[in-house]
């Protein structure tokens, strides 16, 4: 099956700094989101990117399908921007989600 | 996007008992899956579950040990049978709509 593979795995800023968060498959892809799951657990979707450039607010993503690659950008990071971060993908052959490993944030004020 | 509603959000239970999950969705999916986040990992598909059929689980899981329902196309659950300490996780269910995957809130299961 796909591999998803996410870095760095641990992450340490200050609040105020910016962070790119990547995020490598191995196959191509119909369907990117990448969700951030908070200290209680739960997934938010932040994006849903197959392909392109998004922005919403402090966060942007871009995905280069060809080179099988998308980008999380988090800029002037806040202390509630801490959790868990997952780049999630469903390749051409099926309707599965397979998930990153995850890069874990911790914004320090 | 779907908006699903999952319940216990938490439980501790024994050694040896099941525990129930249920997720409720405010439409109608055809898919909906199971997910398993085992501490401080990444999450897993345990099962996808389509009404009116048996759910097609994924390798690692068995039908008797996570018996699955989907009696329409709003609900489902999830029991975790003769539960151990090592099916301490937090169990998530997801729905499809379009191409957005949404998920229930989570139940953090703790087994002692």
């Known amino acids: 099956g796909i591999q998803v593979e996410q870095s760095p795995p641990d992450l340490i800023l200050q609040e105020g700094a910016n962070s790119t968060l990547r995020c490598n498959f191995s196959?191509?892809?119909?369907?990117l989101q990448w969700f951030h799951q908070n200290p209680w657990g739960q997934l938010i979707n932040l994006f849903y990117i197959p392909s392109g450039t998004k922005q919403n607010g402090r966060l942007s993503a871009t995905t280069v399908a060809t080179e099988r690659y998308s980008l999380l950008y988090i800029s002037s990071s806040q202390t509630t921007d801490s959790g868990v971060y997952f780049c999630?993908?469903?390749?051409?052959?099926?309707?599965?989600?397979?998930f990153g490993g995850g890069t874990r944030l911790m914004v320090k004020p | 996007s779907a908006v699903i509603s999952q319940k216990p959000s938490r439980d501790i239970c024994q050694r040896g008992t099941s525990l129930t999950i249920q997720c409720q969705v405010d439409?109608?999916?055809?898919?909906m899956f199971w997910y398993r986040q085992q501490p401080g990992q990444s999450l897993t598909l345990i099962a996808t579950a389509n009404q009116g059929s048996e759910a097609t689980y994924e390798s690692g899981f068995v039908i008797d040990k996570f018996p699955i329902s989907r009696p329409n196309l709003t609900f489902s659950t999830l029991t975790v049978s003769n539960m151990s300490p090592e099916d301490s996780s937090i169990y998530l269910c997801?729905?499809?709509?379009?191409?957005?995957?949404?998920f229930g809130s989570g139940t953090r299961l703790t087994v002692v």
């Open positions: 439409s109608q999916v055809t898919m």
């Open positions: 997801s729905v499809v709509t379009g191409l957005l995957y949404t």
């Open positions: 196959d191509s892809v119909n369907n």
């Open positions: 999630a993908v469903v390749d051409n052959a099926g309707n599965m989600l397979t």
